[in-house]
């Protein structure tokens, strides 16, 4: 399913300190994204801001998690928001494992280990859960490593505009 629905939740509500870590995160998103996959995410142009609110009210989803042992999500777009129906407070102490249900994870692992050693892999299809058990199946992801100006490793980003409710 496309999701044709602007998402409800607009970046210029999220509480200022999480809009200025969330503007400084988009850059590493869409840069990381551009230098592994070739293309744009959004259309870029204008400040960081303005690329931030794009991102963020994109149609289609947009996730991250971060670098630690455990990642723990630290980006979603309002359709991210949406789909796994988290707020943000809830996102940003989520581990990324618990998106997929527990027999389901080893697949979700080796996409990651697979993005980890390439850069990025497209095409990838796979299950998740909703933060209240909803199942869906996503669809044509693409799962980037994402790095910062200085090529630190930040984690991984995943995007995708096709889910289907299970």
Same mark, same amino acid.
């Given at each position: ?7 409800? %939740?607009? *970046?210029?509500? /999220? ?14 998103? +869409?840069?990381? *994204? ?48 949406? %789909? ?6 809830? /996102? ?5 494992? %618990?998106?997929?249900?527990?027999? %389901? ?6 996409? +990651? ?54």
């Amino acid at each position: 399913m496309l999701s044709d629905d602007a998402p409800s %939740l607009s *970046f210029s509500r /999220l509480p200022e300190p999480l809009r200025a870590c969330w503007t400084a995160h988009t850059q590493a998103l +869409l840069d990381s *994204f551009r230098a592994r996959v070739g293309i744009e995410l959004i259309e870029r142009g204008g400040k960081a801001e303005d690329e931030a609110e794009r991102l963020f009210a994109a149609p289609f989803v947009v996730v991250s998690h971060g670098a630690e042992t455990d990642p723990i999500l630290n980006y979603g777009n309002a359709a991210a928001l949406e %789909l796994w129906e988290l707020t943000p407070e809830a /996102l940003l102490v989520t581990p990324s494992r %618990l998106t997929a249900e527990a027999e %389901l994870r080893e697949a979700r692992e080796h996409v +990651l280990a697979e993005t980890a050693r390439k850069g990025f892999v497209t095409g990838y299809t796979g299950v998740r859960i909703s933060s209240t058990g909803r199942r869906f199946r996503i669809k044509e992801v693409t799962v980037w490593n994402v790095t910062d100006a200085d090529a630190r490793f930040l984690g991984q980003g995943a995007t995708f505009a096709h889910w289907t409710p299970l």
